[in-house]
């Protein structure tokens, strides 16, 4: 298992840093471009969601964390956190926007590209928790 934890102050400069960061460290895991580019857009979204919603106002200490766990052969779980105003888990929509919508695509798209969605609140922090399975042939010789 591998254990990689990024962390920024999220403003979306940042935000879109630690998607690109985290897609790097994951190439040297990862042969399927697409699955990358799904993941690269899942947490570019996640991450931008943090930096969007997550705080009332833009602080230098507001914080953005992604952790990311790695089990070869297995899966990827990506842990996006912070310690803003939180999601009301009960008011999450995972359903498509109409499509003259504005936004509210973010869940739907992170949900459908990945194969578990979870939403925890430990002691202040809130965190998503994301889960990608990898097919063999999606894993990276060594």
Not at 82 to 97: A, N, Q, R, Y
Not at 98 to 107: F, I, L, N, T, Y
Not at 112 to 124: A, Q, R, T, Y
Request: with cysteine.
């Amino acid at each position: 298992m591998h254990r990689y934890v990024l962390r920024a102050v999220p403003t979306p400069e940042k935000s879109r840093e630690v998607a690109r960061k985290a897609i790097t460290i994951l190439q040297d895991f990862i042969e399927d471009e697409n699955l990358l580019h799904d993941i690269d857009l899942v947490l570019t979204e996640g991450c931008s969601n943090v930096a969007r919603h997550a705080y009332e106002k833009d602080e230098d200490c507001n914080r953005l964390e992604l952790t990311i766990i790695i089990t070869p052969g297995e899966h990827i779980v990506f842990e996006i956190a912070d310690w803003g105003k939180g999601l009301c888990s009960k008011s999450i929509d995972f359903s498509m926007p109409s499509p003259e919508a504005v936004g509210g695509r973010g869940m739907f798209i992170m949900s459908e590209l990945m194969d578990s969605f979870e939403h925890i609140v430990d002691e202040g922090k809130n965190i998503i928790r994301l889960t990608r399975k990898l097919k063999e042939d999606q894993w990276r010789k060594k």
